[in-house]
């Protein structure tokens, strides 16, 4: 009998998704728990796997559709088996491969999405298949031999330009067209898109700055990391837990920062739930450490890396993206010295860390040389009064300055 295979069903937050990729083909046969399909929401990239092994019959989305929860995506038939069945990997590929009857170089399947993906001329991959078929592994060699070579216009790409060579003024040796490509912006970028451009005209946002004395918290670190990372099953000892653990007791001082906005009402929040921006090759999410007032500092690091491989692998579900009271951005880890982090409504604040760079300072009426990293604190001025973004802010830099008072709660 066969089974529908439709997609998840996303919360109220999500209104549609869309087919972003699909990893089999109609004819293809399929394992249990084997990804078939990738949707894209607004928010994250969500994996539809086989139900059970069989033969995908049908496609009932195609790449770029938009689609509502729980829609049809495809009809399996399970426990069939495609004829002739394969003999090994390579044969395995051309399951659903018509590329001998239409002329085309052949291939299969995962071969060809990934030459489509990267803009590859499939005429220059060496075969490594059943009578010169490409595999999957045959372009990946490719890629990885042709690094430094101009990368080739997308067959998904339109090419929106060319400039003549006289007017280009192309050196010799060079092209005579300059290409420019157009290309969709994906769901998730669009997004993340909408949402900053909101931020900037729907709220009152200003953003203080100080400057923190790392000195301490790197002795710190520097004494105890390898115990620490010995003692926490290999967990580091990074930054961010302190900062973390930092703004979750400053929060409690200044109430307002770790509020929102709904209509004409202020919503305090009775808890410290802190997102913490992670930058993806899709755009930048935000997933949250819930509660993290109540996590220790290996806790926050530990769970920080985590989400962060998860987003890096698009493994982020929706309800770890949703919420949050207050969000840390560290912009540091790309060498950004200073800057103005951008809200994240409904959120009426956002601290952002920088890079650590040494610098004269004044210390007891002596110039010294000290770690030193800018901070910046963007709030919504229509809650927050600029003495109590500073207050905030200021609080945050004697705790990390003397990293004993965040472990005595002073």
């Known amino acids: 009998m066969a089974i529908e295979i439709k ?4 919360p109220e937050s999500v209104a549609d998704g869309e087919v972003a990729a699909w990893h089999k083909a109609e004819g293809d046969s399929v394992i ?15 994996e539809v796997v086989a139900p059970e092994s069989g033969v995908l019959k049908k496609i009932s989305a195609g790449e770029g559709e938009t689609i509502l929860s729980e829609a049809l995506l495809a009809v399996l038939e399970p426990g069939a088996v495609s004829a002739p069945g394969p003999s090994g990997p390579e044969e395995a590929e051309s399951i659903g491969d018509d590329s001998a009857a239409t002329g085309e170089v052949a291939m299969g399947p995962a071969a060809r999405a990934l030459v489509e993906e990267k803009g590859l001329d499939p005429t220059a991959i ?16 490719h890629l990885s031999q042709s690094q ?27 092209s005579s067209e300059r290409v420019e490509r157009r290309v969709p912006m994906t769901r998730m970028r669009a997004r993340i898109a909408e949402r900053l451009l909101d931020a900037t005209q729907q709220t009152a946002m200003l953003t203080t700055f100080n400057e923190v004395n790392m000195a301490p918290l790197m002795a710190l670190r520097k004494q105890y990391q390898d115990q620490f990372e010995k003692t926490h099953n290999g967990t580091r000892l990074g930054f961010m837990g302190f900062f973390v653990k930092a703004c979750c007791e400053a929060l409690k001082r200044f109430p307002e920062v770790n509020a929102s906005i709904d209509g004409n009402d202020v919503v305090y929040h009775g808890y410290q739930d802190i997102g913490v921006a992670v930058s993806t090759d899709d755009g930048l999410v935000v997933p949250v450490l819930r ?12 769970a ?3 989400l962060g491989l998860k987003a ?18 560290n912009g540091g880890v790309f060498g950004s ?4 982090p951008i809200l994240n409504p409904p959120q009426t604040g956002i601290l952002g860390m920088h890079a650590i760079q040494e610098r004269p300072v004044a210390v007891d009426g002596q110039v010294v040389i000290q770690p030193m990293m800018y901070l910046a604190l963007s709030y919504d001025h229509r809650l927050i009064d600029g003495k109590t973004a500073v207050q905030f802010l200021v609080a945050v830099k004697g705790l990390i300055e003397d990293p004993a008072r965040i472990l005595l709660q002073l």
């Open 304 to 306: 920080i890396r985590n």
């Open 32 to 46: 249990r728990d084997e990804l078939l399909v990738e949707i894209e929401t607004d928010k994250v990239v969500m």
């Open 337 to 340: 010295l200073l800057s103005t």
């Open 148 to 174: 430094t070579a101009a990368p080739q216009a997308s067959v998904t790409d339109t090419v929106v330009a060319k400039v003549p060579a006289a007017l280009s003024a192309a050196p010799e040796g060079h």
């Open 126 to 141: 060496a075969g490594s298949g059943k009578g010169g078929r490409i595999t999957k592994e045959d372009v990946q060699a």
């Open 312 to 329: 890096r692998d698009k493994k982020l579900t929706i309800e770890e993206m949703t919420g949050g009271t207050f969000t840390v951005s």
């Open 291 to 302: 509660d993290a007032d109540f996590m220790s500092i290996a806790d926050v690091e530990a």
């Open 7 to 10: 997609a998840p069903a996303f």
